[in-house]
C-alpha cells in the first residue's frame, strides 16, 4: 500500500509515458509545430502540457490503486498456496494504518506530477532533427525514472518521520 505498487507502477509509467510525451512533444519542436502555436497566440504549455500533466495527475493515481489492490490479490492467494495462510489473517485490516495510505496516495500525485513535467521539458528543448527527438526521448525516461526513485526517497523518508512518532507507545 505504501511503497512498492506505487514506485514499480510509475517506473512503468515514466518509461511508456515518459518516452511518448517526450517524442510528441519532440517531434512538434522539430517539425516547427510549438512555434506555430506561438505565433497563433496560444501557449505551449497551456495547450500542450496540461492536458497531459492532469491526465497523467488522474491516471496515475488509478493504476496505482488498481496495482497495489492486484498486488495485495496476489500475495494474498500466493500465501494462501505456498504458506497456507488463512485469508482472514493476511488481510487483516489493523495492520495498516493511515499513514500508509496518506503515503502510498501522496507518491500517487508527486509521480503523476513529475513524469509530465520531466518529459515535456525534455521535449521542448528537443534539437538536432528526428535523431534530437531520439535523445530526448531517452532523456525524458532516465530523468523521469530518476525523478520517480528520488521522490521515492524523500517522500518514503519523510513518512517515516511524520508516522514513526504515532506507531510508537
Known amino acids: ?97 493511515y499513514g500508509d495510505l496518506l503515503t502510498g496516495l501522496t507518491k500517487c500525485v508527486a509521480y503523476g506530477s513529475a513524469i509530465p513535467i520531466v518529459s515535456a521539458a525534455s521535449g521542448l528543448s528537443t534539437f538536432g532533427g528526428s535523431e534530437g527527438v531520439g535523445w530526448a526521448t531517452t532523456r525524458a525516461v532516465v530523468n523521469s525514472s530518476l525523478a520517480v526513485i528520488v521522490l521515492n526517497f524523500f517522500i518514503s523518508g519523510s513518512a517515516y518521520l511524520i508516522f514513526r512518532s504515532e506507531a510508537e507507545p
Open 1 to 97: 500500500m505504501r511503497d512498492l505498487a506505487a514506485l514499480i507502477g510509475a517506473l512503468m509509467l515514466a518509461t511508456r509515458v515518459g518516452a511518448g510525451i517526450a517524442a510528441e512533444i519532440g517531434s512538434m519542436v522539430v517539425t516547427e509545430q510549438v512555434d506555430a502555436l506561438r505565433m497563433c497566440a496560444a501557449d505551449p504549455i497551456d495547450y500542450l502540457i496540461v492536458p497531459r500533466f492532469l491526465a497523467s495527475l488522474v491516471m496515475t493515481t488509478a493504476l496505482v490503486i488498481w496495482s497495489a489492490f492486484v498486488a495485495f490479490t496476489a500475495g494474498m492467494i500466493t500465501a494462501r498456496v505456498a504458506f497456507d495462510v488463512p485469508f482472514q489473517t493476511f488481510f487483516d485490516v489493523h495492520l495498516l494504518d
